[in-house]
């Protein structure tokens, strides 16, 4: 009886073994879990470094391609404001030349000038009272007029009106000075005393840093002269000689204070 127990316990244990036995054991895939994730996140994360990288060159070229563009628009922009600046002197230059030029006509055509009392002098006269400037003539084609008028076609007479409607158009022009002065000498050349006088005062006592107020001076010293006031005129021929003593306008006074 004993035996048989013991037989049945071995044959039990053996068909427990072989139940064991025929179970798979388990196999850990090292390939798969941990060393295939890491892998796998390793694989990810250098994309992904390339990614920023190719996205990094990219707005790199594109801030190159930028800044190259902005470059060639400073380098146009230089080029213009170069081209206007010497369009400016050059404008500039030729002022300084009508003004000689100006100073030089007149001053030879004074003779010429002077009659009014001729029959076809008075249209001239009269009619260019009236100009009228349009809005589109800027301020410097609206004084090449005037001085166009003198130089060029020697129209002295229509040259009176253009320049006292261009110092009433712009009282604060950068000509304003030069203005008066030449209108003052067309006014003189015509023997118009009073009214020379009065554009002559308007630069002595209005444009003290003009060019023009030495010139103005001793143009408004002669017509004071002219008409009787000899205190006057000496009083402004020394004023012209102390305060601009190199001026060829001083060196003009100087003989002319001698003699009053």
């Known amino acids: 009886m004993k035996l048989n127990k013991v037989l049945f316990g071995m044959i039990l244990s053996a068909s427990a073994f072989n139940v064991l036995a025929a179970e798979p054991a388990p196999v850990i895939d090292m390939s798969q879990n941990s060393t295939g994730t890491s892998s796998k996140s390793v694989v990810e994360r250098l994309e992904k470094l390339e990614r920023q990288v190719e996205a990094k060159n990219k707005a790199q070229v ?5 800044l190259d563009e902005l470059q060639q628009e400073f380098n146009e922009l230089r080029g213009v404001t170069e081209l206007h600046a010497h369009k400016l002197n050059q ?4 002022q300084r030349e009508l003004y000689q030029e100006l100073d030089r006509r007149v001053a030879q055509q004074a003779p010429v000038a002077a009659p009014q ?6 249209p001239a006269v009269s009619q260019p009272t009236t100009t ?6 800027s301020e410097n084609e609206a004084y090449d007029k005037a001085v166009n008028l003198v130089l060029k076609e020697k129209r002295y007479e229509e040259a009176i009106p253009e320049f006292r409607a261009f110092n009433l158009k712009f009282p604060n ?16 050349s015509k023997n118009d005393l009073n009214s020379a006088k009065s554009e002559f005062e308007i630069v002595y006592s209005q444009f003290v840093d003009s060019p023009k107020r030495s010139d103005s ?19 402004l021929l020394e004023e012209l000689v102390a305060r601009y ?16």
């Open 62 to 66: 594109k801030v190159q391609m930028q």
């Open 245 to 260: 003593p190199s001026s060829s306008a001083a060196k003009l006074a100087k003989p002319k204070l001698a003699k009053l």
């Open 117 to 122: 009392t001729t029959p076809t002098q008075q």
């Open 132 to 137: 009228v400037y349009s809005n589109d003539i």
């Open 217 to 235: 001076m001793l143009k408004l010293a002669i017509v004071e002269e002219k008409l009787n006031n000899l205190a006057r005129a000496k009083s």
């Open 173 to 188: 022009s950068a000509y304003a000075a030069n203005s008066h002065y030449w209108l003052g000498q067309l006014l003189f």
């Open 91 to 94: 404008v500039l230059e030729r």
